[in-house]
């Protein structure tokens, strides 16, 4: 676990990094450990139900060691390692061994008896701060590790610029995981067949995301609002939701006629803010 002294601020706020060198199956690294006050704070929340959950059973726990009693004070000795064992966010405090008189028959002692001692361990359960406060940190770290030896080439701020971009990316592919795309339902056996079938879905995605942006610059450029799924204005509109609101047009020929049915005052509205180009494949001018 690196130190808190070896992190040092970052151009980004709220974000403090640490460089050090790796290798891992023989390729040298450069591995950025990036330590966020936002993740802390909800890692911090998640540290303290453990905490909650891992106190009230430590107790349990506890109470019934101090409720055993042993033969030999190295019984006793040996059962504290034990109990402390697993530990993360408590420590026992004043821990010690005492000893107790024990007479295994009731009635007064025997004239000469030898007393008899059992032992036992007490101590308080209490939380450790220290290892509370590095659980926390750890929360708020994640690593992001390159092969690019020179460090000019990848500074750690545009490996950290480039990992918080990633969202950006992300969202546009969450469509592929809805069941109408069907991606789930494809067997592929062989790798070039995955190699097409991702080429397909990136221009997909490519074409999808270039008319969504067009449709939202567009909408700013004339600052007008289309309802979304709730009848809410807005000017960024999913192009999904443009594609189910079109669901019902359709492109009819009867012998030399060619006409689009079902091109409503509300879809030539929306088709405004698409370019020339778009508006041809409904006959439109």
Request: aromatic share 8%; net charge positive.
């Amino acid at each position: 676990t690196l130190p808190a002294a070896a992190f040092h601020g970052s151009e980004r706020e709220g974000y403090r990094s640490a460089e050090v060198s790796s290798r891992s199956g023989g390729v040298p690294q450069r591995w950025v450990v990036v330590e966020s006050e936002e993740r802390a704070e909800r890692g911090g929340a998640q540290v303290a139900q453990r905490i909650t959950r891992e106190a009230a059973h430590r107790r349990k726990t506890w109470r019934q060691v101090e409720r055993r009693r042993f033969h030999g004070e190295k019984d006793a000795r040996a059962a504290f390692p034990r109990c402390a064992q697993g530990l993360r966010s408590h420590q026992v405090a004043a821990a010690q061994i005492t000893t107790e008189t024990y007479r295994p028959r009731r009635g007064r002692p025997r004239q000469g008896e030898a007393p008899q001692y059992r032992y036992r361990v007490t101590g308080t359960l209490l939380r450790d701060e220290a290892a509370i406060a590095r659980h926390t940190r750890r929360t708020g770290r994640f690593l992001l590790a390159t092969n690019v030896g020179d460090a000019a080439a990848l500074p750690p701020e545009v490996r950290l610029a480039t990992y918080l971009g990633q969202p950006v990316v992300e969202r546009g592919f969450h469509c592929l995981k809805d069941p109408r795309f069907f991606t789930a339902r494809v067997f592929l056996k062989t790798p070039a067949r995955v190699a097409a079938l991702a080429l397909v879905m990136g221009r997909c995605l490519l074409v999808y995301r270039l008319g969504e942006r067009e449709l939202r610059h567009g909408l700013a450029a004339q600052d007008a609002h289309l309802p979304d799924q709730q009848g809410q204005p807005t000017q960024r509109p999913t192009l999904r939701w443009i594609f189910q609101l079109f669901q019902a047009v359709h492109l009819v020929i009867v012998g030399a006629v060619r006409f689009v049915h079902g091109l409503t005052d509300e879809r030539r509205y929306v088709l405004r803010f698409f370019s020339p180009e778009c508006r041809r494949y409904y006959l439109l001018t």
